[in-house]
């Protein structure tokens, strides 16, 4: 999903995004791998090595102790061209697609956010999203949670945890700021002096 990932935050910030499923094509097993990875509490900093608006992200898994089957992931990724957030939230099938989904902190709850797309490991939600989500889950503390709604419309919780929130957002804007920077044009070369004609002696 990571390169899925970087490439939906191209598309997003290019304003791309069209209904059909996106990415059918396999990515390559070598922009899978980051590059550069930190783990700031239970948040990781990932970069990629994809060209991209959006070349890192901040990630949280939760998965099953038992299976290791994956519960629910959220990625974060910043776009310094227009100080814009992407978001991808994946949770299990059997959701009710036209419900979507909503999250909250303790004191912040989000509009519904509508479900993108869905594939063989679950749907997902993958969308810009204002900085006031950012800010909400930067300044809270303990869990933030989602709630999805079932197929048969029983709603469920699923917390996950905020703690390393903060720092891992800064390093991963400042990574992202790094790498997406135009190299500084080298100076022109000044052109050399014409040198001055010889004085003609004077008779």
């Known amino acids: 999903m990571t390169f899925f990932r970087a490439s939906i935050a191209g598309a997003l910030a290019l304003g791309l995004l069209s209904a059909a499923p996106a990415f059918a094509d396999p990515p390559p097993a070598s922009a899978t791998t980051p590059t550069d990875t930190k783990p700031f509490g239970d948040w990781t900093v990932r970069c990629f090595p994809v060209k991209s608006p959006s070349p890192c992200d901040m990630f949280e898994l939760l998965a099953n102790k038992a299976s290791g089957q994956r519960v629910m992931s959220v990625s974060i990724a910043y776009l310094p061209v227009n100080d814009k957030h992407v978001m991808q939230i994946a949770v299990p099938l059997l959701v009710a697609i036209q419900k979507g989904l909503v999250l909250s902190t303790d004191t912040y709850t989000s509009p519904v956010?509508?479900?993108?797309?869905?594939?063989?490991?679950?749907?997902?939600?993958?969308?810009?999203?204002?900085?006031?989500?950012?800010?909400?889950?930067?300044?809270?503390?303990?869990?933030?949670?989602?709630?999805?709604?079932?197929?048969?419309?029983?709603?469920?919780?699923?917390?996950?945890?905020?703690?390393?929130?903060?720092?891992?957002?800064?390093?991963?804007?400042?990574?992202?700021?790094?790498?997406?920077?135009?190299?500084?044009?080298?100076?022109a070369t000044p052109a050399p002096a014409t040198p001055a004609p010889a004085a003609t002696p004077t008779p």
């Open 113 to 187: 956010l509508h479900y993108r797309r869905c594939d063989r490991a679950g749907c997902y939600v993958e969308m810009l999203v204002d900085n006031d989500i950012i800010n909400a889950l930067s300044t809270s503390t303990g869990q933030a949670k989602v709630r999805i709604i079932a197929e048969g419309g029983k709603p469920f919780d699923i917390p996950f945890s905020l703690n390393g929130f903060s720092d891992a957002h800064g390093a991963m804007q400042d990574l992202a700021r790094k790498k997406t920077a135009k190299p500084a044009e080298a100076p």
